[in-house]
């Protein structure tokens, strides 16, 4: 069975850029969470879907959104790109919510805002 | 906030002998505690859970240790090997909601052959 796919991999933008990240999940898992990681502050919770819908967000600004698609699929969004943007955004799936031992998390996608 | 502490960057042991790495939690809501494991370039894994009725989980080399009233918990590995060597991240939660759920900084771990 595939594992969580995230593309792309790396990421260079500017500041006041915009991008999108996608993730696919474990075939068959329906839930979608997304997380960003910077040092010294750990892995930090930024939404999670579930069949399309948005169920739980993180204390991120609006400039961080996320959407979900039939198939499960998820891209999350970052508008106006600043400095502090820099981190790896990982994505984890599971077969349906509230099941975090049988979290499935992506490689993460490297974003580095200049 | 930092609701969920490992204060140790990095930990560096012998292969064969104990490692041991701890996490502090300030929020006595949480109520399940996690440990995920990452290698360079992979997401984490999940390795080991406890929930805050227990006190002791134990998964092959693999215990974590629950104290509640000193809100701390630690993962033993005992013997420590090479393969070991990744960060590990501690998480809590209320009631294993992803929405709830906080993670420690991570501490490198390093087992020397």
């Known amino acids: 069975k595939a594992g969580v796919t995230q593309t792309p991999r790396y990421l260079i933008k500017t500041r006041g850029q915009q991008v999108t990240l996608s993730c696919s999940p474990i075939s068959g898992h329906r839930s979608v969470s997304w997380y960003q990681q910077t040092p010294g502050q750990g892995l930090q919770f930024l939404f999670e879907?579930?069949?399309?819908?948005?169920?739980n967000k993180g204390n991120f600004p609006g400039r961080f959104s996320g959407r979900q698609f039939s198939n499960s699929r998820s891209e999350m969004n970052v508008s106006t790109l600043e400095l502090g943007d820099s981190a790896l955004y990982l994505c984890a799936s599971t077969l349906a919510p509230a099941y975090s031992d049988t979290q499935y998390f992506g490689p993460g996608t490297r974003l580095t805002v200049l | 906030d930092q609701q969920v502490k490992q204060n140790s960057p990095s930990l560096s042991v012998q292969e064969g002998r104990i490692s041991i790495l701890n996490c502090d939690y300030t929020n006595s809501m949480f109520d399940y505690f996690l440990w995920y494991k990452k290698y360079p370039a992979e997401g984490p894994t999940f390795l080991i859970s406890?929930?805050?009725?227990?006190d002791k989980n134990e998964d092959g080399r693999f215990t974590v240790f629950l104290n509640k009233s000193a809100k701390h918990l630690s993962l033993h590995i005992v013997p420590s090997q090479p393969g070991d060597s990744a960060v590990y991240f501690c998480?809590?939660?209320?009631?294993?909601?992803?929405?709830?759920?906080?993670f420690g900084a991570g501490t490198r771990l390093t087992v020397k052959p």
């Open positions: 879907y579930f069949s399309e819908t948005q169920r």
């Open positions: 998480a809590a939660s209320v009631g294993g909601n992803n929405n709830d759920m906080r």
């Open positions: 406890i929930s805050s009725i227990k």
